[in-house]
């Protein structure tokens, strides 16, 4: 059995604010996907989609995903990790996969003041049209996300709260 933790989700949940508490609680290492990526690449997630484009950076991120050799981590990935090239199946067999699970609603407000860093809402100019935007998205994506080993329901809950909750699986697990 794997000792690593993956974190996903759709953009904006958090992946990455929990992803390190978590790590520090458990004194683990913590990884991003999207900063992997950035590091290979020496370039921004909004620079490799606007220069290379969105299959481009699908490609990057399956290939870490086979290369990546992890141990004792706390790894968080894209939104749209979990959703391409069957990535779904590499992530559950490198440790124990969490969806962290949010409405659409609740998203839409931590996205827009967000909005600029994701090349995916360039083009969102109002609130409502990002509703629509997750809405369609998260119909898409939601039947990948499932396929996580655990789905924990984050909204309304402050990240003390989920780390909390994601804590009393890990405990379980040992
Ligand atoms: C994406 C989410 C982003 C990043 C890229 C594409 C997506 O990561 O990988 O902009 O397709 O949902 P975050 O979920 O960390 O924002």
Redesign the pocket.
């Known amino acids: 059995m794997t000792n690593n933790i993956i974190l996903l989700g ?3 949940v958090g ?2 604010t929990i992803g390190k508490q978590l790590a520090d609680v458990l004194e683990m290492d913590f990884k991003d996907l ?1 900063d992997l990526i950035e590091k290979e690449e020496g370039q921004t ?1 909004e620079g490799i ?1 606007e220069l290379k484009g969105e299959t481009y ?1 699908r490609s990057l991120e399956k290939s870490l995903i086979n290369s990546l050799e992890i141990n004792n981590t706390v790894l ?1 990935v ?4 979990p959703c391409f090239n069957d990535n779904m199946h590499w992530l559950n067999g490198l440790g124990t996969t969490y969806y962290l699970k949010i409405s659409p609603d609740k998203l839409a407000e931590r996205l827009w003041v967000k909005r600029k860093k ?3 809402l360039k083009d969102v100019k109002s609130i409502p049209e990002l509703e629509q935007f997750i809405d369609d998205r998260l119909r898409d994506r939601e039947k990948y996300y499932m396929m996580a080993e655990n789905i924990l329901d984050v909204n309304g809950k402050a990240s003390c709260e989920i780390l909390e909750d994601i804590l009393k699986f890990v405990k379980k697990l040992k």
């Open positions: 759709f953009m904006g992946k990455s999207d997630v989609f950076f968080s894209g939104g749209g990790t994701r090349p995916l």
